[in-house]
């Protein structure tokens, strides 16, 4: 559920930007990131951490943003999140028993330890790596270049990594047997 609601303010982002431009555009991101650690809580009791960890970023950027007429803070707010995640995935290696994408995965799918590893450091440089070309659109390219990268740019990219991945994890797989 948390993931339709998380597309939905995206959504809401996107559109708000082609209506009115950036500066409303971080309005509706506040505003809606608020709503949705509201709606997951009302709905399940409990709110995921990196919603509320998007949540105060979001604030606190978006706040900047509005403050100093300056998009600059909202555009890097993309890059630390992408950045904690990717320092979550890796940093999990070294704590607690399994790493976090196992923990999410594990009983899809049955890897070898090796296997679960190289995955969760894989995704944790992939999000490291959006991190840091966010940095270099922001910098290189207008804000409308960005929110397009931010939107499609960034989900096309996670589709084809997902993507490459399944190809990865696909040897993996167990054999069907044919009658």
Not at 130 to 136: A, E, I, K, P, S
């Amino acid at each position: 559920m948390s993931s339709l609601l998380e597309f939905l303010l995206l959504a809401a982002f996107f559109l708000s930007y082609l209506w009115k431009g950036i500066y409303t555009a971080t309005g509706v991101l506040m505003a809606g990131s608020v709503v949705v650690v509201a709606i997951s809580w009302v709905m399940t009791r409990k709110v995921k951490p990196m919603l509320i960890i998007t949540m105060l970023l979001s604030l606190a950027f978006g706040g900047l943003t509005l403050a100093f007429r300056d998009p600059v803070f909202l555009k890097w707010k993309f890059s630390v999140i992408e950045w904690l995640t990717g320092l979550t995935f890796i940093g999990s290696q070294f704590i607690g028993e399994k790493p976090i994408i196992r923990r999410a995965m594990g009983e899809q799918l049955k890897l070898p330890d090796a296997v679960w590893t190289r995955l969760n450091l894989m995704w944790g440089l992939f999000f490291l790596s959006l991190g840091t070309l966010n940095v270099y659109v922001l910098y290189n390219f207008s804000t409308d270049v960005w929110v397009r990268f931010k939107v499609w740019g960034a989900i096309g990219l996670g589709l084809v990594f997902a993507v490459i991945q399944t190809v990865y994890l696909a040897r993996y797989m167990p054999k069907e047997d044919k009658p």
